[in-house]
């Protein structure tokens, strides 16, 4: 109790709550330094990504993420991404950062997790020195990816049906207004289905913002909550959708793959379909 109180009363005035994007109160601070040991400093990520708010926090036992998300949907996300991680945690199959704990308060959520020195791959694109250094990038994350979906993981439901639940997931979504896909878009796709293939680990959200890059090469999955047994033709999609107009960086990433390749009808399905409801 006392040690609290003194560790409270040092506290104030430290650079910890310093240019923050939302109050990290006294009750979170402590859950958070059960797993951490006491935090030194907290900084705002200048790298953000679409659903969270993401934090380093530097501490006694180490360097971690807090990534904290508000909105309902969001909150479910990343519900899903911390029982991924859960999952996954101790095993050196599929590269993802180790899980640490997850907390829930009355309004937010926050997932808490090993801080990995990396850069998205999206940074490393737009940073890379040429041509070149991009390609060999591309290829990389091919290779990461063609691996993934090579893995039988027993950490995961190989029996489900992973498009009907993600077109359910959609009209969910439709419902509710919170996509930018329309109706017309969402019967489309449900009854244009495409021929089915077997199905593989995927990662689900399969963009250049969520794998990242260390010493060149694509070595780690991020935003994992749609890490499940699905179509890996979506993550293809969402893999090339930045860089499908680069007839050179595309070759790139199927040179690495190694797999298949998509047709544009099943780029397109994914890429300016389902995508749009998520
Ligand atoms: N474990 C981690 N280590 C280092 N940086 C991370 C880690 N997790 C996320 N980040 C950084 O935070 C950003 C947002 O994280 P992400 O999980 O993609 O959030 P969102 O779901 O909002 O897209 C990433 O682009 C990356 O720069
Ligand atoms: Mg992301």
């Known amino acids: 109790m006392c040690l609290l109180r003194l560790h409270q009363s040092e506290r104030r005035g430290t650079p910890?709550?310093?240019?923050?994007?939302?109050?990290?109160?006294e009750e979170l601070l402590s859950n958070i330094e059960k797993s951490t040991g006491r935090i030194?400093?907290?900084?705002?990520?200048?790298?953000?990504?679409?659903?969270?708010?993401?934090?380093?926090?530097?501490?006694?036992?180490g360097l971690y993420i807090l990534k904290s998300s508000f909105k309902e949907k969001y909150r479910e996300w990343l519900k899903t991404e911390a029982e991924v991680l859960k999952n996954l945690?101790?095993?050196?199959?599929i590269?993802?950062?180790f899980y640490i704990d997850y907390i829930e308060a009355a309004d937010q959520?926050?997932?808490?997790?090993?801080?990995e020195k990396r850069v998205t791959l999206t940074k490393a694109l737009r940073d890379a020195g040429s041509k070149n250094e991009k390609k060999h990038l591309m290829k990389s994350f091919g290779k990461l990816l063609g691996r993934l979906h090579g893995t039988s993981s027993p950490h995961f439901n190989w029996n489900i049906n992973w498009l009907e639940g993600e077109l359910k997931r959609a009209e969910r979504y439709l419902e509710a207004g919170e996509?930018?896909?329309?109706?017309?878009?969402?019967?489309?796709?449900?009854?244009?289905?495409?021929?089915?293939?077997?199905?593989?680990?995927?990662h689900g959200d399969c963009t250049t913002d969520n794998v990242m890059v260390t010493e060149g090469k694509v070595s780690l999955f991020?935003?994992?909550?749609?890490?499940?047994?699905?179509?890996p033709r979506y993550d293809v999609a969402l893999a090339l959708r930045k860089v499908m107009a680069d007839s050179e960086l595309t070759e790139a990433f199927y040179e690495g793959y190694e797999r298949f390749r998509l047709s544009s009808k099943e780029f397109?399905?994914?890429?300016?379909?389902?995508y749009e409801f998520f």
């Open 268 to 274: 397109n399905y994914f890429e300016n379909g389902l």
């Open 222 to 231: 991020i935003d994992v909550a749609g890490m499940t047994v699905g179509d």
């Open 40 to 61: 030194h400093q907290v900084d705002l990520l200048d790298d953000q990504g679409w659903t969270s708010t993401v934090h380093k926090i530097s501490a006694e036992n």
């Open 89 to 93: 945690k101790g095993q050196h199959e």
């Open 16 to 25: 910890l709550t310093r240019g923050l994007k939302f109050n990290i109160n």
């Open 179 to 202: 996509c930018d896909g329309d109706r017309v878009l969402f019967e489309k796709l449900k009854i244009n289905s495409l021929p089915e293939i077997r199905q593989t680990l995927i």
């Open 95 to 97: 590269p993802v950062p």
């Open 109 to 115: 959520n926050h997932l808490l997790m090993t801080f």
